[in-house]
């Protein structure tokens, strides 16, 4: 997600060709951040000096190469992620959020979204960007921000258009920051987001979007945390779906032992092939790598998968690329 919830507390055609997977070795593995967010997030205090969204690229990129992240998927306003995408085209690949309320993103006192503030991309636009690289995912998919089910129909079309293109979509489905929808909530004076709710955290509110579009590629952003029944019901009932595991790491949104325990039932019921690890862009990506590695369940083969292999074969990246990234 956004600031927000990190800061605080989804293989669609079923055709996507294997690629090499990593092999897990001693050394840092690679890693792919199936959600980044571009920062900084909000105004400068009295007296501080305004960040750029350069410097905030900048200041990521030592992080990410600290941490062996070789490939990101960003979001965040509109004009951040071209940015950051502009400055870095071989490490970041750029969405678009969307739907915002009033034209903003949730939890960022009050950046727009999109660069005319509209709260919906224009289809003819989007299809522009998409077709011309410079859009590569929908993303993040805030409808719950905006008290939407992911099933509305003002998400229709652009479901429509990801199938056609074939690019993939990322979802929100899971909390947000306590009190979020208060004034004098988490987020200040101002609500986050006023039309946000629980109610919505609901994958199975994703079942007709998939039958209406067989052929999505699509994940589920926060592995749809808490609701771990029906996450894995409908995992099993759609075999294109996925997951990121992004924020469920920080132990201040969720105890180490209870993202264990929601880890390994995802793990032990078969679904090991189809998690990405995420940050959510909390600069304490070191604490989000450390729970998986610290999970005595899994394999090495199946951290490599968390970590990057499955995302690999997710995105179709190339023999050239996987090896690449492996310093091959």
């Known amino acids: 997600m956004m600031k927000s919830l990190s800061s605080l507390l989804l293989v669609a055609g079923l055709a996507i060709s294997p690629c090499c997977p990593a092999q897990a070795q001693d050394s840092q593995l690679p890693i792919i951040d199936m959600h980044v967010h571009t920062h900084p997030w909000s105004a400068p205090k009295e007296g501080e000096q305004p960040m750029g969204w350069q410097q905030g690229w900048e200041e990521t990129k030592v992080l ?7 490939l990101g998927l960003v979001s965040g306003p509109m004009e951040a992620a071209e940015d950051w995408r502009q400055l870095a085209p071989s490490r970041l690949i750029a969405g678009i959020m969307f739907p915002c309320d009033g034209g903003t993103v949730p939890n960022s006192n009050g950046r727009k979204c999109l660069k005319n503030g509209e709260s919906y991309p224009n289809l003819d636009w989007l299809r522009q960007e998409i077709e011309s690289g410079r859009i590569g995912f929908l993303g993040e998919v805030v409808s719950q921000y905006a008290g939407l089910p992911p099933n509305d129909p003002a998400l229709e079309p652009y479901y429509d258009l990801a199938e056609e293109l074939d690019i993939p979509v990322a979802i929100h489905i899971s909390i947000g920051p306590p009190g979020a929808a208060y004034h004098d909530g988490w987020c ?9 709710r629980a109610s919505l955290t609901r994958p199975l509110l994703l079942e007709e979007v998939l039958i209406r579009h067989p052929r999505l590629r699509i994940y589920v952003m926060h592995a749809g945390w808490p609701m771990l029944e029906e996450m894995i019901h409908l995992l099993f009932s759609h075999p294109q779906v996925y997951v990121d595991i992004a924020v469920l790491t920080f132990e201040n949104v969720v105890p180490r032992k209870t993202f264990h325990e929601y880890l390994r039932t995802l793990v032990d019921h078969g679904f090991g092939k189809r998690i990405f690890w995420g940050s959510d862009f909390n600069l304490s990506f070191k604490e989000a790598i450390e729970a998986v590695e610290s999970a005595a369940f899994l394999t090495s083969e199946q951290k490599a998968d968390i970590f990057y292999n499955n995302a690999a074969r997710f995105l179709r990246l190339t023999e050239d690329e996987i090896a690449a990234h492996h310093g091959r």
């Open 64 to 70: 990410m190469d600290r941490s062996n992240i070789v």
């Open 188 to 196: 200040g004076k101002d609500p986050c987001a006023p039309r946000y």
